[in-house]
């Protein structure tokens, strides 16, 4: 069974940076960084594969980073935007085609709250 929890969210102001977590265990496969905002479709915004991949909206100011002995994936944000806020989820084991689609990963974590003030 594979297990996601997700930390290091919090409130910013605009410029600043942010690290979040993602505890796993399990046999997770490909993960992903995905983000929501209500109202809105879940967002994926970073892969990591065999290659990591980034989203448009957050290329060149995120980085998918990863803790191997402690299985921590992480997101490093920098240059955070007020459009950055919004709830962000870990996933696990792809088991669709589209790697930046919510619909093709069978696990999640809680989510953890970003805020980014101007």
């Known amino acids: 069974e594979v297990q996601l929890v997700e930390s290091g969210g919090g409130s910013v102001q605009a410029g600043g940076s942010l690290r979040l977590s993602c505890a796993h265990s399990?046999?997770?496969?490909?993960m992903a960084w995905f983000r929501q905002v209500p109202g809105e479709e879940r967002e994926g915004i970073a892969v990591r594969g065999i290659h990591i991949t980034y989203a448009d909206s957050v290329k060149g100011r995120f980085t998918i980073t990863e803790d191997y002995k402690n299985d921590i994936l992480y997101l490093e944000m920098t240059g955070l935007q007020p459009e950055d806020t919004a709830m962000y989820y870990c996933a696990a084991l792809l088991v669709g085609p589209d790697r930046f689609s919510p619909a093709s990963y069978r696990y999640w974590g809680q989510g953890t709250q970003v805020s980014v003030s101007s």
């Open positions: 399990g046999d997770t496969g490909v």
